[in-house]
Structure formats: C-alpha cells, structure tokens
C-alpha cells in the first residue's frame, strides 16, 4: 500500500533561518513527488515536482527538495525563512494506474516568528 | 494564476438538503479531479474525471457523484447531505502529465 508520512505537524522557525519539513513516503512503485502549500482559506499551490529526473529539485520562493530513494525520503527545504512562508505544506505521492491516484500527507503548518 | 475556477466559493445548506458544485478546468486539461478537505486535514481523493468517464474513485458513498463535460469543466453533486460533509472541496485538473492544479475550493457547511 501506498502511504506518505510527515514527521511534523507543525513547525516554527524565526525569519531568516532554515526550513525543513520531513516527508517520507511508502510505495511499490516509482512515485512522482510533490510539494504544495496551502495558505489560510486558498487553494493549493504546487511548490516543485519529482518525475525521477535530477533527485535536487528546485521549487517556486526558493524552497527545493532532494528525493533519496535510499530512505525513501523527499524533505523540502529553504535556506531562508520569510514570514510570507507561514502556511500548510502537503508532501503528495501520484501513480500513474488506471487513473492518476494521489495520496496526501497530513501536511505540516510552518510558522515563521518574527 | 493556475486558470482552475471554482463556483461557488461558500455555501450553506441543511442536512438531507442536495448540492452541486462547479469546476473549470485550465485550458487543454481533460482530466478532473475532486477532492474533500476536513478542517486541519489533508485532501481526500473523491474522484477523477477523463474524458467524460469516470477513472477512479476514492472511499466515498454513492451519494458523491459526478459529471465532466465536453469542455472537460465538472460538477460534483452531493445527496443527502450529512453535517461531516461540511468541508472544503477541492477541484484538480491536468493534462496527461501527473501534475494536478488545484482551484480555490468551494467551503461548504451543512447545518
């Protein structure tokens, strides 16, 4: 079974600082891996995709992930934090079967003190 | 600007109540996905839309069901409505790449 994971729920770093947030996920195939944010009462935005091309993939605002196939991990990352980053972050699994199934994550809030 | 819209944005109805919601699609996408979103959850996969044809569904009842059109815009209609179907529900498009462009959502609260 397909699942994906991720370790925080929240987050909190002061502007300026690095930001991590952890996704691992589980699936017996070749996934493609997404990130997306999600601001108070909008919709989802797509932050970068992985489609098994370079494993460092470089996202919108700065933020990139690296997919590790060996840990099954694809953390994003941001060398930076702006208060504009204070928003939910959804690690997102696709296989392509029949149709196009996605699976979520939980998603993690980030917070950004000023 | 992804180019997917949603209508309409809020919605208040009563339970046993029925309700329609709205999707277009961005230019040159035939696919169409839903998707509900509990208050401090990630989405959940409803449905998907190709070419007309339902493809594939998720854990949800009969009572979700829904259409696509020629121009692949889509509906998802909501029977009986249950106060846990109060959410915000979340149209997705793409072409026949994986990537799926999500609209604003339509917040709907069953009273």
């Known amino acids: 079974a397909q699942s994906v994971t991720q370790l925080d729920s929240h987050v909190s770093v002061s502007e300026g600082t690095p930001v991590l947030l952890r996704c691992n996920y589980s699936s017996s195939y070749s996934p493609s891996l997404f990130w997306y944010v999600q601001h108070p009462n909008k919709g989802l935005q797509l932050l970068l995709k992985?489609?098994?091309?370079?494993?460092l993939v470089k996202g919108i605002n700065g933020f990139e992930a690296e997919f590790k196939k060996s840990e099954t991990s694809f953390h994003l990352t941001k060398p930076s934090a702006h208060m504009s980053d204070a928003a939910e972050y959804f690690c997102v699994v696709s296989l392509k079967t029949s149709y196009d199934k996605v699976i979520f994550g939980p998603g993690t809030s980030l917070s950004v003190i000023p | 600007e992804t180019g997917v819209t949603q209508s309409p944005t809020h919605l208040i109805k009563t339970r046993g109540q029925q309700v329609t919601l709205r999707c277009s699609s961005q230019?040159?996408?035939?696919?169409v996905s839903w998707y509900q979103q509990a208050l401090g959850q990630g989405p959940q996969f409803i449905f998907q839309y190709y070419r007309e044809e339902e493809n594939g569904r998720g854990n949800f009842p009969p009572r979700f069901s829904g259409l696509q059109f020629p121009n692949y815009s889509s509906e998802l209609n909501v029977n009986a409505l249950e106060l846990d179907d109060s959410a915000l529900y979340l149209c997705?498009?793409?072409?026949?790449?994986?990537?799926?462009?999500f609209g604003p959502g339509t917040r709907l609260t069953v009273l």
């Open positions: 230019s040159g996408h035939n696919t």
């Open positions: 997705a498009s793409s072409s026949t790449a994986d990537t799926q462009y």
């Open positions: 992985y489609t098994s091309a370079a494993t």
